[in-house]
């Protein structure tokens, strides 16, 4: 029973970042950006919050982080940078590393991306019942207090 059960939390635990990602990635993501006036993909999001929790990364990290190859990794850099949305500066422990900093305009890109995000998962969820909402609710803070439990195992 235990080995069942077990088995059966591991495949809700990969299933759940998933669908979170699907919601926020393919519904609300595309409705946000379509309203900022900078065009960017999700994996620009991706890069820009990256680097807003992380701090200046080398290129080849954010590429690691986010399980991107190089080639990509330049092409969205790239459009970053002509955007002004990051910085690319020389490493200055090793020159041939690149690091990417977010910018003050990126920044600004990313809270108002967020608010905008924010702003459609609430209506989605307040369509929700009062009942589905605590349940939901209830669900989410076990999972945030259980989780750190395993880090420890």
Do not use: W
Request: charged share 25%; proline share 3%; aromatic share 2%.
């Amino acid at each position: 029973m235990q080995k069942d059960l077990v088995s059966k939390v591991v495949a809700d635990l990969f299933s759940i970042p998933t669908f979170s990602s699907r919601i926020v990635r393919s519904k609300f993501t595309k409705v946000a950006l379509a309203n900022i006036e900078v065009s960017l993909t999700p994996l620009h999001c991706e890069i820009l919050k990256l680097l807003s929790e992380e701090g200046s990364l080398p290129v080849f990290e954010i590429g690691k982080r986010l399980v991107l190859a190089k080639a990509h990794m330049t092409q969205l850099v790239d459009k970053l940078v002509e955007k002004e949305m990051v910085i690319r500066e020389p490493d200055i422990n090793d020159r041939r590393v690149t690091r990417i900093t977010l910018s003050e305009t990126g920044r600004q890109g990313l809270d108002s991306l967020h608010n905008t995000i924010s702003g459609a998962l609430e209506e989605a969820i307040s369509s929700l019942s009062d009942n589905d909402l605590m349940e939901l609710s209830a669900s989410l803070d076990k999972i945030r207090n259980i989780l750190p439990k395993m880090m420890k195992a």
